[in-house]
């Protein structure tokens, strides 16, 4: 089992910055990649960015240039570094932690954070 816990949503204007943390705690050493999704009102989730467990990083084409996905090099912590925020940002961002099986891989996810740019 891992558990997640996100944090640093909130309401900022167009052109801000924010900074969302993932922090995991549970069984993390078998975790091999987190991922940031976002969901807004009435649309499917979107995977916003991920990080492998060494590192490799890949974004939506909608964030790149805009947002950086980070780990912490001490503490089980992901970071998402989201610059020059449009209204289109909006949404519940929560993280997702993938871990292989006998069968594939399970994913948990955390409870979310909201983040809202207004206009």
């Known amino acids: 089992q891992v558990q997640l816990v996100e944090s640093g949503g909130g309401l900022v204007q167009t052109g801000e910055s924010l900074r969302l943390s993932c922090t995991a705690s549970?069984?993390?050493?078998?975790?091999?990649?987190l991922d940031w999704y976002r969901q807004a009102p009435g649309k499917q989730r979107e995977l916003v960015a991920t990080?492998?467990?060494?590192?490799?990083?890949n974004y939506a084409d909608s964030v790149k240039g805009r947002f950086t996905i980070s780990k912490d090099s001490a503490k089980p912590v992901v970071y998402l570094q989201m610059n020059s925020l449009k209204p289109e940002d909006t949404g519940v961002y929560y993280c997702?932690?993938?871990?292989?099986?006998?069968?594939?891989?399970?994913?948990?996810r955390g409870q979310g954070t909201q983040v809202t740019v207004s206009s």
């Open positions: 990080i492998t467990r060494r590192g490799i990083t």
């Open positions: 549970g069984n993390i050493v078998n975790i091999n990649e």
């Open positions: 997702a932690a993938w871990i292989p099986t006998p069968d594939g891989r399970s994913e948990y």
